[in-house]
């Protein structure tokens, strides 16, 4: 099936969506009033709609009034018992699987994976890619990318039979609209080794001459893969490049050719349309240093998508991406410690995620913050800002990301990028800056990130009695696209699936920062 043809099936298929969801956006209380309704109902006979009499829940408010905010451990016991029972406890229909993340807390959490659930993230998918088609018309010209890469543990089964891990990246389109646009896939193999399916991807892309559309969740995945054409440091580039040109037809291997002179893939892949990744927060600098690799296409936000929920997807021109509002039941905390509602939101409004979706999370504390940056019809747009749960701990400073991350934001030039992470067994503990700047004297800028810090009590009162030890720091040479490949592979050596990882300012997770500190000790001894 030519990529135009089955473009076109999934628009008309998904033209329905399309509908709801633009009612929805011009109505978003009234869209989540029903689907709460709907949900309540439908789950009101399980263990936990039994416990928190969702029979007798009338409205958003005795909703709030009867279910609690938990963080995942606080929903952790009614996972157990839907992973050891076979009754309904969260949801009245069993889950189709039981999904890990890959987020940054060192204990792996299991969200279950309903047919409803299911359903609410392939509607935003099926209303995000028929907004997009509609926007760059160019994506159906040619074969498209979704960011694909192999799991890093194997399928299990919870004591009930349940399968726990899904069996394939594309079990999420199944029974969808979305499945139209499988012929048009990219699919390399993702057999072997790291470095045997990098490469087999890397082969997969340049041989797709109609390459069109690509979809990937960190802009680092991105460069990682396109780091052997571009960076003469790569110890793999002989070898990669070597494989390449032996096994690429001739038309290709010109195509490469003009790439490598040209220092990116603009003429390697004409037809590419679009790009889409993440491009706030921490993913913002790592994602303008991947555009220079792609100046031919159109880059889009990818909204804010996770294991556990959708809270956002990209639509329309505004700034920021419009809230999922018909997906799941949304709400917002306050730094009092209030939540407020999608219809409550004001534009400037810094806000942590609180969910309940059809998989059985009920108000859900999610860790992410996002700031409202507008409205598209009467829905808030919203940005994602970081993590509101991330926090490293060695001695009692306490440092928060969010806090470090506005400290860093202050300092940087604009090209620059840079993370910290923790020297947990250094004499005394202290944190490690990793710089891609051209500044001259990255000590300084070390020393004011430093102070910066210190303007915290906790981090200051740390120093000042000598528990803690001064930040240092330590300049990434080759730039921002280095640092983007050391955090990538720094991931992946801690058990993080390639096309999974977040770039975070603050590397609180222990694997992943000695990952990193192994990459870079020939340059800084912590």
């Not at 990744?277 to 996770?306: E, I, N, V």
């Not at 400037?348 to 979706?357: L, S």
Request: hydrophobic share 45%; aromatic share 8%.
């Amino acid at each position: 099936m030519r990529a135009q043809d089955a473009w076109a099936a999934f628009g008309a298929a998904a033209e329905p969506f399309r509908r709801v969801w633009l009612t929805a956006l011009d109505a978003p209380g009234d869209a989540q009033a029903t689907y709460l309704s709907r949900l309540l109902a439908a789950n009101r006979n399980t263990a936990f709609g039994i416990a928190h009499g969702f029979a007798d829940i009338a409205d958003p408010a005795q909703f709030r009034e009867r279910v609690p905010v938990a963080p995942y451990a606080g929903v952790s016991r009614w996972i157990d018992r839907a992973l050891q029972e076979s009754t309904p406890i969260l949801t009245a229909q069993p889950p189709r699987f039981f999904e890990r993340t890959s987020g940054g807390s060192e204990q792996q959490k299991l969200i279950p994976y309903t047919p409803a659930f299911l359903e609410e993230l392939q509607f935003a998918l099926v209303v995000w890619l028929s907004d997009l088609h509609h926007a760059v018309p160019g994506v159906a010209a040619g074969r498209a990318y979704w960011s694909m890469s192999p799991p890093l543990q194997a399928r299990g089964r919870a004591p009930n039979g349940i399968m726990i891990g899904s069996d394939s990246d594309l079990d999420y389109l199944a029974d969808s609209p979305l499945v139209d646009l499988l012929p048009t896939l990219v699919v390399p193999s993702l057999s072997g080794d790291a470095r045997t399916w990098r490469t087999e991807t890397l082969r997969a892309l340049i041989a797709a001459h109609d390459l069109a559309f690509v979809s990937v969740w960190s802009p680092t995945f991105l460069t990682s893969l396109l780091r052997p054409l571009f960076d003469n440091a790569e110890p793999q580039r002989r070898d990669t490049l070597t494989f390449l040109f032996d096994s690429l037809p001739p038309n290709r291997t010109a195509a490469l050719r003009r790439a490598l002179d040209d220092g990116h893939c603009g003429r390697l892949w004409p037809q590419l349309a679009a790009v889409s990744c993440w491009m706030d927060g921490p993913s913002k600098h790592y994602a303008a240093h991947a555009r220079t690799l792609l100046p031919q296409a159109a880059w889009f936000p990818k909204g804010l998508f996770s294991t556990e929920a959708v809270v956002s997807l990209p639509f329309g021109d505004t700034a920021g991406c419009p809230l999922a509002v018909y997906s799941h039941f949304l709400e917002f905390l306050l730094d009092d410690g209030t939540t407020i509602g999608v219809e409550e939101l004001k534009p400037g409004d810094t806000v942590e995620v609180v969910v309940t979706t059809g998989g059985g999370l009920y108000r859900y504390r999610l860790g992410d913050r996002v700031r409202v940056t507008g409205h598209a019809g009467r829905t808030p747009c919203v940005a994602f800002v970081g993590r509101a749960d991330t926090q490293s701990d060695l001695v009692g400073e306490k440092l928060d990301e969010a806090y470090l991350a506005a400290s860093l934001s202050e300092l940087l030039q604009p090209g620059d990028e840079g993370c910290v992470i923790p020297c947990a067994d250094a004499d005394p503990p202290h944190y490690l800056l990793l710089l891609a700047s051209d500044t001259p004297d990255v000590a300084a800028l070390g020393d004011a990130l430093e102070q910066a810090l210190a303007r915290a009590f906790h981090y200051r009162h740390a120093r000042t009695v000598g528990q803690l030890g001064p930040l240092r720091a330590v300049r990434i040479r080759g730039g921002s696209a280095q640092l983007a490949d050391l955090v990538q592979r720094a991931h992946e050596r801690a058990c993080i699936r390639a096309g999974d990882v977040k770039p975070r300012a603050l590397v609180a997770k222990p694997a992943v920062a000695n990952a990193l500190r192994a990459f870079i000790e020939d340059a800084c001894s912590c």
